[in-house]
Nanobody
Framework: QVQLVESGGGSMQAGGSLRLSCAVS????????VGWFRQAPGKEREGVAA????????YYNDSVKGRITISQDNAKNTVYLQMNSLKPEDTAMYYC?????????????????????WGQGTQVTVSS
């Protein structure tokens, strides 16, 4: 059974940093893609970044490049989202998601919210 558990969200003032964690279980063999998404009230779910753990390849939304870093700890089966220089517009519920996929799929489709497995989300609130 595939499970994802996010943690690390919270309230922060603009300019601060947060590190979100996504513990992945049940899909830690073979090729799979892990994506981070966010959804603000009244807005569509947006792809933030993704990683293909088998290759360590990473992918980013241009809007967050330079401020957000996705990484993995294979020993802990955990994917991280380090967010720096937080802005009020980063306020959203953040979700991680995964599916069994090729690296080509991850590279080209990572931002589409069609993953079959999702975590419950963790709230990030940034005040000005």
């Amino acid at each position: 059974q595939v499970q994802l558990v996010e943690s690390g969200g919270g309230s922060m003032q603009a300019g601060g940093s947060l590190r979100l964690s996504c513990a992945v279980s049940g899909i830690t063999y073979g090729g799979y893609c892990v994506g981070w998404f966010r959804q603000a009230p009244g807005k569509e779910r947006e792809g933030v970044a993704a990683i293909y753990p088998a290759a360590g390849s990473t992918y980013y939304n241009d809007s967050v490049k330079g401020r957000i870093t996705i990484s993995q700890d294979n020993a802990k089966n955990t994917v991280y989202l380090q967010m720096n220089s937080l802005k009020p517009e980063d306020t959203a519920m953040y979700y991680c998601a995964t599916n069994r996929a090729t690296i080509n799929w991850c590279a080209s489709q990572w931002r589409t919210p069609t993953y079959p497995y999702w975590g419950q989300g963790t709230q990030v609130t940034v005040s000005s």
